[in-house]
């Protein structure tokens, strides 16, 4: 199995702020990785595909980059929306793993 | 619009089984793998597997093999998960989620299904 690992597991920051979520995979998988947020209480909504292609609706504020083994989510400005745990997922091969996930919190 | 929806929440013994189902509209049912994937209170996410609706076709995660069923019903475009000999700590949400291939991501997911196992 490809481990996922995120870092890191918690951020303060404030808003208007840059931030940078890194996710490292075991082995190299391409550009096999996605970006989800999830919000308390809510459905997981999926931010970036194909390590750095933004879903239809997501802010341009979020960006990904990386590719083989290293991978990292951005968001340039940060908004108070943006406060919520933020999970990579590689689909390169199956099971599909999860990082175990970043919780972004207001400083 | 596009939308998954999932049944109720279950209350299920040690030792019982649970089917959760996954209704999908919007959009055409066979052109679009469902994945399962479930979250324990308070944990992360976990993938469970997925089902091409078009074949029938199935993947599961190696922890789940020999416990986990996904089926679909075409006629209905409702795709089914069923986990066996449940232990306390499968009381998770489990969702089910659409990917149009592995490269695209799991874009639209179903609201969540509370499954407890309790004796």
């Known amino acids: 199995d490809i481990q996922m690992t995120q870092s890191p597991s918690s951020l303060s920051a404030s808003l208007g702020d840059r931030v940078t979520i890194t996710c490292r995979a075991s082995q190299s998988m391409s550009s096999y990785l996605n970006w989800y947020q999830q919000k308390p209480g809510k459905v997981p909504k999926l931010l970036i595909y194909d390590a750095s292609t933004l879903q239809t609706g997501v802010p341009s504020r979020f960006s990904g980059s990386g590719s083989g083994t290293d991978f990292t989510l951005s968001i340039s400005s940060l908004q108070p929306e943006d406060f919520a745990t933020y999970y990579c997922?590689?689909?390169?091969?199956?099971?599909?793993?999860f990082g175990q996930g970043t919780k972004l919190e207001i400083k | 619009q596009v939308q998954l929806v999932q049944s109720g929440a279950e209350v299920k013994k040690p030792g019982a089984s649970v089917k959760v189902s996954c209704k999908a509209s919007g959009y055409i049912f066979t052109g679009y793998y469902i994945y399962w994937v479930r979250q324990a209170p308070g944990q992360g996410l976990e993938w469970m597997g997925w089902?091409?609706?078009?074949?029938?076709?199935?993947n599961y995660a190696q922890k789940f093999q020999g416990r986990v069923i996904m089926t679909r019903d075409m006629s209905i475009n409702t795709a089914y998960m069923e986990l066996t000999r449940l232990r306390s700590d499968d009381t998770a949400e489990y969702y089910c989620a659409r990917g149009p291939s592995s490269l695209y991501g799991m874009d639209v997911w179903g609201q969540g299904t509370t499954v407890t196992v309790s004796s």
């Open positions: 089902i091409n609706p078009n074949s029938g076709d199935t």
């Open positions: 997922q590689q689909t390169y091969s199956t099971p599909y793993t």
